[in-house]
T-cell receptor, first 115, second 113 residues
């Protein structure tokens, strides 16, 4: 199993350009997430999807859109990139575990630089 | 509102010594608590979690965490630190009402040889 994969690994954009970050998981997980990681701020949830066909806003959704294309794939789109969106983006998926709760599995991240 | 605090940006410990990375939380109701570790240029990896039951939770790589409800803390511990434990550690709490995780700001652990 590849686990959670993300493409691209690194991207440079100019202000106003658009792009889509791709995420896929091969673990048959229902729930998927997009986070951004900024220095001194930890991980902040952008959007999540509890199951195929559903998406919900997280803590910092402005400037982003998501698509849960199918159970495997959850993409994050920046329609008009801004320098404030320079960050490292992580995709994650999760599965319920015995005893309650869920365990999240993270992808390797996408480093985005917006000039 | 639910929140997680990691009061130390960095913790330094000598190899072989015990280590503690602190985490306190604020939630309504019973918490689901997690610890994750991040190595350079990698995604986060799950270490351990507390859902219910025994307050001392054991996880991967010899780590354990103690849940203290009265102090609303969930400190990560290891009896004997290794240089390879040097990484960024995140505490997280899950909102039981929704599929939302809230992460702390992270603590950088540096184990000195």
């Amino acid at each position: 199993n590849a686990g959670v994969t993300q493409t691209p690994k690194f991207q440079v954009l100019k202000t106003g350009q658009s792009m889509t970050l791709q995420c896929a998981q091969d673990m048959n997980h229902n729930s998927m997430y997009w986070y951004r990681q900024d220095p001194g701020m930890g991980l902040r949830l952008i959007y999540y999807s509890a199951s195929e066909g559903t998406t919900d806003k997280g803590e910092v959704p402005n400037g982003y859109n998501v698509s849960r294309l199918n159970k495997r794939e959850f993409s994050l789109r920046l329609e008009s990139a801004a320098p404030s969106q320079t960050s490292v983006y992580f995709c994650a998926s999760s599965v319920p575990t015995s005893g309650g709760g869920e365990t999240q599995y993270f992808g390797p991240g996408t480093r985005l630089l917006v000039l | 509102a639910q929140s997680v605090a990691q009061p130390e940006d960095q913790v330094n410990v000598a190899e072989g010594n015990p280590l503690t990375v602190k985490c306190t939380y604020s939630v309504s109701g019973n918490p689901y608590l997690f610890w994750y570790v991040q190595y350079p240029n990698r995604g986060l990896q799950f270490l351990l979690k507390y859902i219910t039951g025994d307050n001392l939770v054991k996880g991967s790589y010899g780590f354990e965490a103690e849940f203290n409800k009265s102090q609303t803390s969930f400190h990560l511990k290891k009896p004997s630190a290794l240089v390879s434990d040097s990484a960024l550690y995140f505490c997280a709490v899950r909102d039981i009402q929704a599929y939302k995780y809230i992460f702390g700001t992270g603590t950088r652990l540096k184990v000195l040889a």
